[in-house]
Nanobody, 115 residues
Framework: QVQLVESGGGLVQPGGSLKLSCAAS????????MNWYRQAPGKQRELVAR???????TYADSVKGRFTISRDNAKKTVYLQMNSLKPEDTAVYYC?????????WGQGTQVTVSS
């Protein structure tokens, strides 16, 4: 399994910004579709953003226009820039990839949006 390590979470006021990073331990990072998920207390884990190997992106409707996913293949890292944060964005954020049917997950990073 690929190891994924997220960082960049924290406490931010509504309207603020955070940038999450996820570093992968694989030589073949560039071929993978990379995903960011989040899970709020008492809720199911949901897909937030996806970036394929060619760079095309998709977003959940709830974050469109506020979040941007990007990748740096040389650094084997995927990012999630989060702007105009809302209290409802509070969750543990996880990065993910699927390799031949096997899913790899990071340990998660907590994002709390509160005044």
């Amino acid at each position: 399994q690929v190891q994924l390590v997220e960082s960049g979470g924290g406490l931010v006021q509504p309207g603020g910004s955070l940038k999450l990073s996820c570093a992968a331990s694989t030589t073949f990072f560039s071929v993978y579709t990379m995903n960011w998920y989040r899970q709020a207390p008492g809720k199911q884990r949901e897909l937030v953003a996806r970036i394929i190997s060619a760079g095309a992106t998709t977003y959940a409707d709830s974050v469109k226009g506020r979040f941007t996913i990007s990748r740096d293949n040389a650094k084997k890292t995927v990012y999630l820039q989060m702007n105009s944060l809302k209290p409802e964005d509070t969750a543990v954020y996880y990065c993910n990839l699927v390799d031949r049917g096997a899913a790899s997950w990071g340990q998660g990073t907590q994002v709390t949006v509160s005044s």
